[in-house]
């Protein structure tokens, strides 16, 4: 009898689970730009910028064009971080785009990206790995910088992974993001898969989404600043929402400390959590969940995530972002 009821509770815990299932992508953790309406006159072209730009504190000065040059962009603090190997500085022609253009010399990344800076290395390398052999791909097609960071990994040798995988782990995740809770957010726009804030503070509500935004839009779009991080705004209650299903599971999950451990600042090869991008942290979630993320490690992650609803994913993301790296 008792273990007929065992039974009946497992397949009710399913069902409940699986019609919980986040269905759509989350759109506002892919952020993908509307497309242009039919007919709709071509965006005239600004004239190229080419006057020279500086930083507070630094002693180098670029154009726009070489602060986005991908076989060598902008390295606009030497002196915050070790000497890079090549292919983080210079990348490798034709297909392998220096590390340093999308997650910045320091490893820290912008949420379009992924934070590479202290992850465990035999991890990162088995993302690469991952990356190589179809294992680990982006569940909204459309997220076109995942498509490139795939073509990279497949253009790199081992000892270029293995470099790369050993620079960045050699530097320590520092706070990069502050979370905040909030209704209503700056008003935005989508560029490269980023949201912008407009000019003329205009606001607008929140609703169930996480915004995560450049604390500067200019230094970071346009100067690529490294030092400047990102604010993330999250909805009322959800990081207490988040801590319940983290640290205890809430029914639906596994705790999470039991692996990232108890600070979820990484245990072993197993990455840390805290303080990262809640944007890219749910896209990973949400992808692991539809098997575009599927690597052998990944097995590890499966069932964590499939009874969870999106809204489950963004309190997690609120809450583990929210917590000091
Ligand atoms: C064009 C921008 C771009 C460049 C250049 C780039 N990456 Fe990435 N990288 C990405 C994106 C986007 C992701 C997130 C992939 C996803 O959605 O799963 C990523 C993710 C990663 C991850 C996974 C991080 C994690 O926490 O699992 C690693 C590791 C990585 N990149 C290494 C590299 C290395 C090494 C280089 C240089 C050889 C590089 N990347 C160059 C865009 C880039
Ligand atoms: C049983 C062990 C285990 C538990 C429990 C676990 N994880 Fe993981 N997690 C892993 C492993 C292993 C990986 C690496 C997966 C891979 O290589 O694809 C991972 C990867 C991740 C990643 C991707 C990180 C990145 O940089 O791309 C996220 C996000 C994540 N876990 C979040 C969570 C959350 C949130 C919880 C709790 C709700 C959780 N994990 C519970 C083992 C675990």
Redesign the pocket.
């Given at each position: 009898m008792k273990s007929t009821f065992g039974v009946i509770t497992i397949v009710a815990f399913v069902f409940a689970a699986g019609v919980s299932l986040a269905a759509d992508p989350p759109a506002w953790a892919y952020a993908i730009a509307p497309a242009a309406p039919a007919g709709a006159a071509p965006a005239t072209p600004a004239p190229p910028d080419t006057s020279v730009k500086h930083l507070p504190g630094s002693t180098v000065e670029f154009t726009r064009a070489q602060i986005s040059d991908?076989f060598g962009p902008a390295d606009w603090y030497p002196g915050d971080h070790p000497k890079m190997p090549d292919?983080?500085a210079h990348?490798?022609r034709p297909d392998?785009?220096?590390?340093?253009?999308?997650?910045y010399p320091n490893g820290k990344?912008r949420p379009?990206?992924?934070?590479?800076a202290g992850?465990p290395v035999s991890?990162?390398?088995q993302?690469?790995n991952d990356?190589r052999n179809g294992n680990?791909?982006?569940a909204e097609p459309r997220?076109a910088?995942?498509n490139?960071?795939?073509t990279?990994?497949k253009?790199?040798t081992e000892d270029?992974?293995k470099a790369?995988?050993e620079y960045?782990g050699s530097m320590k995740w520092t706070p990069w993001i502050k979370v905040m809770e909030t209704n209503t957010v700056p008003k935005t726009r989508i560029a490269g898969?980023m949201y912008l804030t407009l000019e003329g503070n205009e606001k607008e509500p929140l609703g169930q989404r996480i915004i995560e935004t450049p604390v500067d839009a200019e230094g970071t779009e346009v100067l690529r600043n490294p030092r400047s991080g990102f604010i993330a705004y999250v909805p009322v209650g959800s990081i207490k929402k988040g801590e319940a299903l983290v640290t205890k599971g809430g029914g639906k999950t596994t705790q999470c400390g039991l692996c990232h451990g108890a600070d979820l600042k990484g245990l072993g090869p197993v990455?840390g959590i805290a303080g990262?991008s809640p944007s890219?942290l749910v896209?990973?979630l949400y992808?692991m969940q539809q098997g575009a993320?599927k690597g052998p490690w990944t097995e590890l992650m499966k069932s964590v995530v499939t009874g969870l609803s999106e809204d489950d994913l963004l309190n997690i993301a609120a809450y583990t972002s929210s917590r000091n790296p």
């Open positions: 991908g292919v983080v990348g490798k392998v785009r220096a590390c340093s253009l999308c997650h990344g379009e990206n992924a934070g590479v992850l991890y990162f390398i993302q690469m990356m680990r791909k982006s997220k910088n995942t490139v960071m795939i990279i990994a253009g790199m270029e992974i790369a995988a960045f898969g990455p990262r890219y896209r990973q992808d993320r």
